[in-house]
């Protein structure tokens, strides 16, 4: 009997290790599967030269197997999935968003842990992804009265919270969670300080104060692996442009809603209350003599871009084109921000794949990505590409 029961629990444990170790494998190489297959194509290239891959949907698919069989790492595989389709797939080109995986790990996860801040952060992520800013707002203030002690949270809390306000179009309450941001956290100081002056800018026509801001935000500009980090670098731009233009910036708020991909989860009456104010300030960059700016085609160029991309958001993609159309006709004016000429051409690649017409999808998205060659460099350049290999993963796959 004694042997038998050993030999029971042998066979037991060997069932419960050879579990763990394919949940392990799984999850491993799903990670790194998925990992590879978001890297810009440069990087990928070069990967693939030496024979790694990276599969997409084969890598989600690994960490949804490993997840559901309900081992030692099933935990970080449902944080890891709820990341993807929560809050990395927003700064993509993708449709991939997989709304009943997400429900049903939150479901299933807040049931074995309620008390768990951290699956109250993701569903006010799915919240914020699904439209539902209030809700969302709601549920990061939730996470706020936690109680534990762990302040790089609370300042991802606050950092939510500021955008869910902006979409509100509550910018004076953005404003002063950007400052609070600024204050307290140190991720970094010269983009907090900067969205504290965009969103301040916006909120009131009074800019005294804000030239103290802007003369501070480069002095806190961090170096990472001996290089500065592509936004701080853009948030410093902007406000040397600010101070040079005798404190004035062209919509800098929704120039920033629409640089972190936050316009499409604005509702629709918001969407269009912004119209108008686009509008007006088009309409100065025609006929104030002299602009407020010795460069008013970029500050036009921009009211266009933004017009597009807001016009597309509510249905009409015919005037989202001719205004594209329009502002790339004046793209060889552009003096200082030649960026705003790729991420036209993005827009122009997308709303084509919306109507199905691949191969102009092709060749614009193909045209912002090589605009490198043409320019040297050009602000926010990572970002951009990090889409556009989103978007023509996505392209291929329909083809």
């Keep these: 009997?004694?042997?038998?029961?050993?030999?029971?629990?042998?066979?037991?444990?060997?069932?419960?290790?050879?579990?763990?170790?394919?949940?392990?494998?799984?999850?491993?190489?799903g990670a790194f599967s998925l990992g590879i297959s978001l890297l810009p194509p440069k990087i990928l290239g070069l990967l693939e030269f030496v024979g790694l891959r990276g599969e997409k949907e084969l890598g989600l698919g690994l960490i949804k197997e490993a997840e559901e069989m309900d081992v030692l790492r099933?935990?970080?595989?449902?944080?890891?999935?709820?990341?993807?389709?929560?809050?990395?797939?927003?700064?993509t080109k993708s449709s991939a968003y997989d709304g009943a995986l997400v429900d049903r790990i939150l479901a299933k996860w807040t049931a074995r842990y309620p008390d768990s801040m951290m699956f109250d952060f993701f569903s006010g992520r799915r919240?914020?992804?699904?439209?539902?800013?209030?809700?969302?707002?709601?549920?990061?203030?939730?996470?706020?009265?936690?109680?534990?002690?762990w302040a790089q949270f609370y300042h991802l809390c606050y950092w939510e919270k500021m955008w869910c306000h902006a979409l509100l179009l509550e910018?004076?309450?953005?404003?002063?969670?950007?400052?609070?941001?600024y204050r307290e956290s140190r991720w970094s100081r010269t983009l907090f300080a900067y969205l504290h002056l965009a969103f301040q800018f916006t909120h009131e026509s009074e800019t005294e104060g804000l030239d103290k801001v802007a003369e501070d935000i480069p002095k806190h500009q961090l170096r990472i692996g001996g290089k500065h980090l592509h936004i701080e670098k853009f948030a410093i731009r902007r406000a040397r442009s600010f101070l040079k233009n005798g404190k004035f910036l062209c919509l800098p708020a929704l120039e920033l809603l629409y640089v972190w991909r936050f316009l499409p989860l604005m509702s629709r009456s918001s969407l269009s209350s912004l119209v108008p104010l686009i509008e007006t300030a088009l309409e100065e960059t025609k006929e104030l003599a002299p602009y407020h700016t010795p460069h008013p085609t970029d500050d036009w160029f921009l009211c266009h871009l933004l017009l597009a991309v807001i016009t597309a958001e509510l249905g009409d993609i015919d005037h989202s084109l001719s205004l594209l159309r329009t502002a790339l006709q004046s793209e060889d004016q552009i003096a200082l921000d030649h960026f705003y000429v790729p991420y036209a051409h993005y827009e122009l690649g997308c709303l084509y794949m919306k109507l199905s017409d691949l191969a102009q999808a092709r060749a614009h998205l193909s045209y912002a990505k090589d605009f490198s060659s043409k320019v040297k460099s050009y602000s926010l350049e990572n970002r951009l590409l990090f889409r556009i290999h989103s978007a023509l993963s996505e392209l291929s796959t329909s083809s």
Excluded: H, P
Aim: hydrophobic share 40%; with cysteine.
């Design 74 to 91: 099933s935990f970080v595989c449902a944080n890891g999935l709820l990341n993807y389709n929560t809050v990395l797939i927003q700064y």
């Design 171 to 181: 910018w004076e309450r953005a404003s002063e969670l950007a400052l609070k941001l």
């Design 127 to 149: 919240a914020l992804i699904s439209g539902e800013v209030a809700q969302a707002l709601q549920l990061f203030e939730k996470c706020e009265t936690s109680g534990i002690d």
């Design 1 to 29: 009997n004694r042997s038998g029961l050993r030999k029971q629990w042998y066979q037991r444990r060997v069932r419960v290790f050879d579990r763990e170790l394919a949940g392990g494998i799984k999850m491993g190489w």
